[in-house]
């Protein structure tokens, strides 16, 4: 049974910074690509940023415009463990924060962007900024 658990969540003020871990079980996603999503409260879930692999060019990471610049996604393949630093977090970057597994390396378009392109999410974990 293929588990995402999702930590590193919490409260923080502007300004502040937070590391959330993805800690993968059951599958190696080591050809696969890996997602973060956010959901905020009453909104739908958006994409933050995300991990491709192909033979060509490795892994690719990539970013939602928000974001870019303050957060970064990185992976350790070796604990088969994803990480996302976020920087200079802002309250609109108040959300539940999913991990998302694909078996698919999503390198070949667009589809990373999109929560149903994963085959394997966790639980969620809650990020709030306070003003």
């Known amino acids: 049974q293929v588990q995402l658990v999702e930590r590193g969540g919490g409260l923080v003020q502007t300004g502040g910074s937070l590391k959330l871990s993805c800690a993968a079980s059951g599958r190696t996603f080591s050809s696969g690509a890996m997602g973060w999503f956010r959901q905020a409260s009453g909104k739908e879930r958006e994409f933050v940023a995300a991990i491709t692999w192909s033979t060509g060019t490795g892994y690719l990471t990539y970013y939602t415009d928000s974001v870019k610049g303050r957060f970064t996604f990185s992976r350790d393949s070796a604990k088969n463990t994803v990480y996302l630093q976020m920087n200079s977090l802002k309250p609109e970057d108040t959300a539940v924060y999913y991990c998302?597994?694909?078996?698919?390396?999503?390198?070949?378009?667009?589809?990373?962007?999109?929560?149903?392109?994963?085959?394997?999410w966790g639980q969620g974990t809650q990020v709030t900024v306070s003003s």
């Open positions: 998302a597994g694909a078996r698919d390396p999503l390198y070949y378009s667009t589809a990373y962007l999109h929560p149903p392109s994963y085959n394997y």
